[in-house]
């Protein structure tokens, strides 16, 4: 009796081991599908939930599928990248080779730095408490320099970030002389329809690390070409 026991122990084992081995594998050849089929610049990190895999593998349907990426281009927003963007996919369809991905539902966060967000908008942004964020700029008011009080509340607007909803100190704005320049830097929406996975911009809120947004989209194909 104990001799059987031990052989199913070590057939058990066996099992496991084959299955684990096995998403190991299969992780590391869909992330390289995604990576081709999103037209992203490193094979992002996949986790295929679930267990037993190979279950899974012979439905080619699995519950959920995490993908890690970073430093990720958004293509429509003037060189803007994501430092992060994290995506859960549920009710996941592949083909056998996952070179496709058929998706019911998915869901996602992304960071975008503060530094990088300056880049692209062209005036220095930070942190600056309560999902608001200040903004560093001198300006020149009646042949003097001042720096205001200014604060964006980021939005959005037709799936766009838009930060047109900036406060300046009445005091050093007495003219509109810093509204009027602001108004030409941050009245224009940044465009995120381009981010990979075909997902879309629900919410935007400014974090201490960065620029958090929340995406979402279903009913996706990932093919790779």
């Known amino acids: 009796m104990r001799k059987l ?18 998403v190991y594998v299969a992780e590391r050849v869909a992330g390289s599908s995604l990576q081709d089929s999103q037209d992203l610049g490193q094979r992002p990190d996949v986790t295929i939930e679930g267990f037993p ?3 899974q593998v012979a439905r080619s349907r699995y519950d959920r599928v995490e993908v890690q990426a970073t430093d990720v281009p958004v293509r429509e927003a003037r060189g803007l990248r994501l430092a992060s963007l994290d995506v859960v996919l549920t009710d996941v369809r592949t083909s ?5 991905f058929d998706v019911r ?13 300056s880049d692209a908008i062209g005036v220095d942004l930070a942190f600056g408490g309560g999902g608001r964020l200040v903004v560093s700029r001198t300006f020149t008011v009646l042949g003097q320099e001042v ?3 200014v604060t964006v509340l980021p939005e959005v607007v037709d799936g766009a970030l838009s930060l047109g909803a900036f406060t300046v100190d009445g005091a050093a704005d007495a003219l509109g002389v810093v509204t009027d320049a602001l108004d ?3 009245g224009v929406d940044v ?21 958090q947004l929340e995406l979402s989209g279903s009913d996706l194909s990932y093919v790779q070409p």
Not at 5 to 22: Q, T
């Open 5 to 22: 026991l031990v052989a199913l122990a070590v057939l058990v084992l066996l099992a496991v081991g084959l299955d684990r081995g096995g």
């Open 53 to 55: 895999f190979l279950d």
């Open 96 to 100: 056998r080779d996952f070179e496709r």
């Open 105 to 117: 539902r998915a869901r996602a966060t992304a960071v975008i730095s503060y530094a990088d967000l």
């Open 147 to 149: 720096e205001p009080e």
């Open 184 to 186: 030409e830097v941050l």
């Open 191 to 211: 465009p995120l329809q381009g981010i990979p996975f075909g997902i879309a911009l629900d919410d935007v809120r400014a974090q201490r690390d960065g620029l």
